[in-house]
Nanobody, 120 residues
Framework: VQLQAFGGGLVQAGGSLRLSCAAS????????MRWYRQTPGKERELVAA???????NYADSVKGRFTISRDNGKKTVYLQMNSLKPEDTAVYYC???????????????WGQGTQVTVSS
């Protein structure tokens, strides 16, 4: 199983970016899908999470600006980021709880991270 993230880049404050993260491999089921972010010297922070068929949850710092969504058929999770601020600058990681062939249980998987830089 692999998670591959796309969509990071450089944007001016007030702009928008859309991150995507696609899961691949012998996947039987995908439960929670999440986006985290991390800046140097700080712990990884949960940004948003969505359970299949459930309501999304957001960190207070991104509520009203970011939207997490998923396409179960494509095994992909998205993060639409609007009204970006310089403090949103970080490496963004996707995470998914996946039940794959051969594992026999749900496990956490991580994408490789994608850099988001917001200039003031």
């Amino acid at each position: 199983v692999q998670l591959q993230a796309f969509g990071g880049g450089l944007v001016q404050a007030g702009g928008s970016l859309r991150l995507s993260c696609a899961a691949s491999g012998n996947i039987l089921s995908t439960n929670t899908m999440r986006w985290y972010r991390q800046t140097p010297g700080k712990e990884r922070e949960l940004v948003a999470a969505v359970i299949s068929g459930g309501n999304p949850n957001y960190a207070d710092s991104v509520k009203g600006r970011f939207t997490i969504s998923r396409d179960n058929g494509k095994k992909t999770v998205y993060l639409q980021m609007n009204s970006l601020k310089p403090e949103d600058t970080a490496v963004y990681y996707c995470n998914a709880v996946i039940y794959s062939v051969g594992d026999g249980r749900y496990r956490d998987y991580w994408g490789q991270g994608t850099q988001v830089t917001v200039s003031s």
